[in-house]
C-alpha cells in the first residue's frame, strides 16, 4: 500500500483547488467508529486521509472524540504520517490572532480521556520527550514561510479539557507556566500517534487572545469563527505548497517507536490481547 499523508481538521480544508476525490473509507476499529468516514483523495499525484476530527457536522465536542478509533483507523488506512490542523488560542502578546504555531511541545492537562492503546496485558512505554516528527515540523514549516504566513516555528500547546474556555485565572496560570497557545484537542492525539508509530506535527492556527488580553475581546464563538474563515484559507495554500513540494515519508524514530517499548512476549499472548493492537504490533509477530 502507497504511504499516505493524513490531515485531521475541520472539513473545509476538503475544498481545495486541484485535489482529486478517490474514496470514502468506512473503517471499523477495536475502539469503534472514527469520528466519521475518510476521505482518500490526491493532492499533486500524492494519496492524502482527510479525518474531521469534530465529525463532518462538528457534532462532537472535544472530550468526547473517539481518539483510538481515529488514530487506529489511519493506521489500518496506511497513514505513515499525520498533520493536525487546529484552532487554538494565544498565551503570548508576539502571538497575533492569525498566526501559525508549527508546535513542538505539549502539555496534558485533559481528564477522563483514553490515552493509550496499550491498557494490558501488554504493555507498553513509548518516548515522547520530543512529541511531534521533527522532519515533517520542517517541511510545514517551509511551507509556510514560502506561502508568506507568519509562522512561529516553535511554540508549546497547552491541551486543555473543554468544551468550556479558560477561566481568566487558569488563563494567567498557563502563562505563568510559559506555555504558548491553549487548545482542547490535541492530547492524547499526539500520543496515540506515537503508539501507533506514525509521524505527527501540528500546525496550530491562532483565531484569538483566551481571556488573558486586557486590551482585546475575551475569547468567544463569534471571534473564533471570524478569524477561522481566513485560517482555513491559508492553510490550504500552506497544504498545497507542502504536497506541491513533495512530501517526504522516509523511516525515522517516530516509526520505530515501539520498537523497544513493548514489556511482554507477543508471541507468547493469546488472540484477545492481540485483537485491540494488532495493526500496532504486526511487524514483531
Known amino acids: 500500500m502507497q504511504q499516505r499523508t493524513a490531515i485531521i481538521g475541520g472539513s473545509g480544508l ?11 473509507l468506512d473503517i471499523d476499529t477495536p475502539y469503534g467508529k472514527p469520528s466519521d468516514t475518510l476521505t482518500l483523495a490526491k493532492i ?12 463532518k457536522t462538528h457534532s462532537i465536542p472535544p472530550h468526547k472524540i473517539n481518539y483510538r478509533a481515529n488514530i487506529y483507523a ?6 505513515s504520517q499525520i498533520i493536525s490542523v487546529s484552532a487554538v488560542g494565544s498565551l503570548r502578546e508576539d502571538i497575533a490572532p492569525g498566526d501559525f504555531v508549527i508546535v513542538d ?9 483514553a490515552s493509550t492503546y496499550f491498557d494490558g496485558p501488554i504493555v507498553a512505554h513509548v ?3 520530543d512529541p511531534v516528527c521533527a522532519s515533517l515540523r520542517s517541511q510545514l514549516q517551509q511551507a509556510c514561510e514560502q506561502q508568506h504566513i507568519t509562522t512561529h ?17 487558569e488563563s494567567n496560570l498557563y502563562r505563568s507556566w510559559g506555555m504558548d497557545v491553549i487548545g482542547m484537542t490535541n492530547m492524547p492525539e499526539a500520543k496515540l500517534a506515537r503508539e501507533a508509530e506514525i509521524c ?4 496550530a492556527m491562532c483565531t484569538d487572545y483566551d481571556c488573558w488580553h486586557e486590551n482585546e475581546d475575551d475569547v468567544s464563538v463569534s471571534n473564533v469563527l471570524e478569524v477561522m474563515q481566513s485560517n482555513v484559507e491559508k492553510v490550504k495554500m500552506m497544504l498545497d505548497t507542502f504536497f506541491k513540494r513533495g512530501c517526504n515519508h522516509k523511516i525515522c524514530a517516530c516509526h520505530q517507536a ?25 511487524r514483531f509477530l
Open 44 to 55: 499533486h499525484g500524492q494519496e492524502v486521509v482527510f479525518l474531521p476530527r469534530h465529525g
Open 258 to 282: 515501539l520498537q523497544h517499548g513493548i514489556f511482554a512476549d507477543l508471541k507468547a499472548q493469546d488472540d484477545n490481547a492481540l485483537r485491540p493492537i494488532h495493526a500496532l504490533v504486526r
Open 153 to 169: 516555528n516553535k511554540g508549546t500547546y497547552m491541551v486543555m479539557q473543554g468544551p468550556q474556555f479558560s477561566t481568566r485565572a
Open 105 to 113: 511541545q505539549f502539555v496534558d492537562r485533559t481528564r477522563e480521556r
Open 200 to 203: 505527527y506535527a501540528t500546525v
Open 74 to 79: 489511519l493506521k489500518l488506512a496506511g497513514v
Open 14 to 24: 476538503y475544498q481545495m483547488e486541484g485535489i482529486e476525490a478517490l474514496d470514502e
Open 127 to 129: 518516548s515522547l520527550a
